[in-house]
C-alpha cells in the first residue's frame, strides 16, 4: 500500500494499524501450532510478517487485504522400506 494511503487510513482508525497487525501475526502463529498434522509429517510454519496489501472501501465497510510473509519446511517421514 502507498505510505501516503496508509497514513491517512492510520490517522482515521481510532486504534494504531502497527499494533493490529502485529496481534493478527500473533494469532495467526498461535492458529498453526494447533493444527495436527499426520505423525508422517513434521513441519515447520512460522509468519514473520503481516502488511496490509490493499484497502477495499464500500459504502458501510473498510475492509483491508493482508499478505503474510514466512518460512515453512516440511519432513516426511516414510519409515523403512522393508
Given at each position: 500500500m502507498k505510505p501516503v494511503l496508509l497514513q491517512q487510513v492510520e490517522e482515521r482508525l481510532s486504534f494504531p494499524l502497527d499494533q493490529e497487525l502485529i496481534r493478527a501475526k500473533d494469532e495467526a502463529?498461535?492458529?498453526?501450532?494447533?493444527?495436527?498434522?499426520?505423525?508422517?509429517?513434521?513441519?515447520?510454519?512460522?509468519?514473520?510478517?503481516i502488511e496490509v496489501e490493499k484497502v477495499v472501501v464500500t459504502n458501510n465497510d473498510i475492509f483491508l487485504v493482508l499478505l503474510a510473509d514466512g518460512n515453512m519446511s516440511a519432513l516426511l517421514n516414510l519409515g523403512s522400506r522393508e
Open positions: 502463529n498461535k492458529y498453526i501450532q494447533q493444527i495436527k498434522l499426520p505423525s508422517e509429517i513434521d513441519a515447520n510454519i512460522e509468519v514473520k510478517t
